[in-house]
């Protein structure tokens, strides 16, 4: 079965600096998608960027991009220029291929200081 | 973005009543919607796949005769918790498809069963 860990539960950042959530998970499979959600106190959860396993070129979306290492069946978050609006619960998630299940890690909380 | 709502937000019960908990998608059709279990602090559990017109799908170790599903509309699913007891107090949360790639999640109902 697929997993996905998620090894530090909580994380903080000054606002206007950087940091990186890490996440690695285990399959066999050669065809899967990986996540990253964000959760917010207000419990909503919310795709933040996605990437698929046959692309080389790591996605971005404005100021969050990841870094896909496939061999090392790893793929960390790095959110740029934090803001206050970036506190919440983040979520690594993996859906193989041809399924629409998704498999959620324990996720990490990140706290953002002023 | 597609909006999905899920209603309660928050039910208090009695132990050995039962519990409705309604997810809809607002602007969008929905054949599949998934439901999943938050325990505090820990990670989304998948439940069941829920699909319309049809049975659910329910995830191994998840009583179907507890957490019954129901998909009568393209824009509904409806989660009822049976004779429901204090260890089946959760954050419930569901999503809907909207195509292979993309699950748009509803806010969460939070129960607490006394």
């Known amino acids: 079965a697929q997993t996905v860990t998620q090894s530090q539960p909580e994380m903080s950042v000054q606002e206007a600096e950087t940091v990186t959530l890490s996440c690695t998970y285990d399959?066999?499979?050669?065809?899967?998608?990986l996540f990253w959600y964000k959760q917010p106190p207000s419990r909503q959860m919310i795709l933040v960027i996605r990437q698929e396993a046959y692309k080389q070129q790591n996605a971005t979306e404005n100021r969050f991009s990841v870094n896909f290492q496939k061999a090392a069946k790893s793929f960390s978050l790095k959110i740029s220029d934090s803001q206050l609006g970036d506190a919440a619960m983040y979520f690594c998630?993996?859906?193989?291929?041809?399924?629409?299940?998704?498999?959620f890690g324990k996720g990490m909380k990140l706290t953002v200081n002023p | 973005g597609a909006v999905v709502s899920q209603h309660p937000s928050w039910v208090i019960c009695k132990s050995g009543t039962s519990v409705k908990i309604e997810c809809r998608s607002l602007d969008f059709q929905a054949t599949t919607m998934f439901w999943y279990r938050q325990f505090p602090k820990q990670s989304l559990m998948l439940m069941a796949t829920?699909?319309?017109?049809?049975?659910?799908?329910?995830e191994q170790g998840v009583e179907k005769d507890k957490f019954l599903i129901n998909h009568a509309s393209l824009t509904l699913s409806t989660l009822t918790v049976t004779s429901a007891h204090p260890e089946d107090s959760s954050f419930y949360i569901c999503s809907a498809r909207v195509d292979t790639d993309t699950q748009y999640f509803g806010p969460g109902t939070r129960l607490t069963v006394l």
């Open positions: 829920s699909n319309e017109g049809s049975k659910a799908t329910y």
């Open positions: 399959t066999s499979e050669s065809d899967y998608y």
């Open positions: 998630a993996y859906r193989q291929g041809g399924s629409e299940k998704l498999v």
